[in-house]
């Protein structure tokens, strides 16, 4: 069965822009956070096209403000040169001070990493779904491919018992 397409952390009503699908892999997720994203002009036209590289974006506090690396938005290609912004700068991410208080114990604390996971529109509001999560080593990333795989021949077989019950006439 083919995995579906849904994207899992843009709520809904939300448009998706880019999501980061290695996060799920690396990276053991705790906690997922809605941010909002500081953003020029030309830079929210640009988001609108597409044309922006989540991938190997990470967020970091710095003297108790949330600022977002590596987030590669291409320049608008109707903007002149004047309003264009440099595509790899860092970014401001928006929210509560309580809640960056919080986050950055937790990082402090259990050795966590924020790692963005979706960039979308909430209306006309560019928002960020970052996540509190934990690095995954490869020996975690097999042991989870070995359980999926696992749970799936259980399933097939499952499916395969029941399929013979029913060609015998036997509920």
Do not use: C
């Amino acid at each position: 069965m083919a995995k579906s397409q849904k994207p899992r952390d843009v709520p809904p009503g939300a448009s998706l822009v880019a999501a980061n699908r290695r996060a799920r892999r690396d990276y053991e997720i705790i906690e997922t956070l809605e941010t909002g994203l500081v953003l020029q002009g030309s830079e929210v036209k640009s988001l609108r096209e597409g044309s922006v590289q989540i991938a190997e974006s990470w967020a970091r506090i710095d003297r108790g403000e949330l600022w977002l690396h590596n987030l590669h938005i291409s320049a608008y290609s109707h903007a002149s040169a004047a309003f264009r912004s440099e595509p790899d700068r860092v970014r401001k991410l928006l929210a509560h001070r309580s809640e960056i208080q919080r986050l950055a114990s937790r990082i402090d604390q259990q050795r966590l990493t924020l790692v963005p996971l979706a960039l979308y529109f909430v209306g006309s509001r560019a928002k960020i779904a970052l996540a509190l999560a934990r690095g995954r080593s490869r020996a975690d990333r097999r042991r989870d491919i070995a359980e999926r795989d696992a749970a799936a021949e259980a399933a097939r077989s499952m499916a395969a018992a029941k399929r013979r019950r029913s060609r015998n006439g036997r509920p």
